[in-house]
């Protein structure tokens, strides 16, 4: 069974910068589209940012420009950069597949509030 683990979330004033990392088990970071999603209170998950495994990334209108996906294949490990962040930022933040293919993680809590 895959486990998924998020962090680096916290509170930020807007403008600042955070730091997620998701790691896991498995060989999944080797072999599928690695995706950073987040949801709000009443709202769906909604994709964020994602790349493959060759490096190939995408992000939603949204983030692009402030936000930076990465991955450490090696390591099992996907992180995302946001920068420039805003207060519409704010929600918890989720890794998985793209599609998502295994069980949710806790997710981390990123709020952006001055």
């Known amino acids: 069974q895959v486990q998924l683990v998020e962090s680096g979330g916290g509170l930020v004033q807007p403008g600042g910068s955070l730091r997620l990392s998701c790691g896991g088990s498995g060989s999944i970071f080797k072999i599928y589209i690695m995706g950073w999603y987040r949801q709000t209170p009443g709202k769906e998950r909604e994709l964020v940012a994602d790349?493959?495994?060759?490096?190939?990334?995408y992000y939603a209108d949204s983030v692009k420009g402030r936000f930076t996906i990465s991955r450490d294949n090696a390591e099992n490990t996907v992180y995302l950069q946001m920068n420039s962040l805003k207060p519409e930022d704010t929600a918890v933040y989720y890794c998985?597949?793209?599609?998502?293919?295994?069980?949710w993680g806790q997710g981390t809590q990123v709020t952006v509030s001055s």
């Open positions: 998985n597949t793209v599609p998502p293919r295994v069980s």
């Open positions: 790349i493959t495994s060759g490096g190939t990334t």
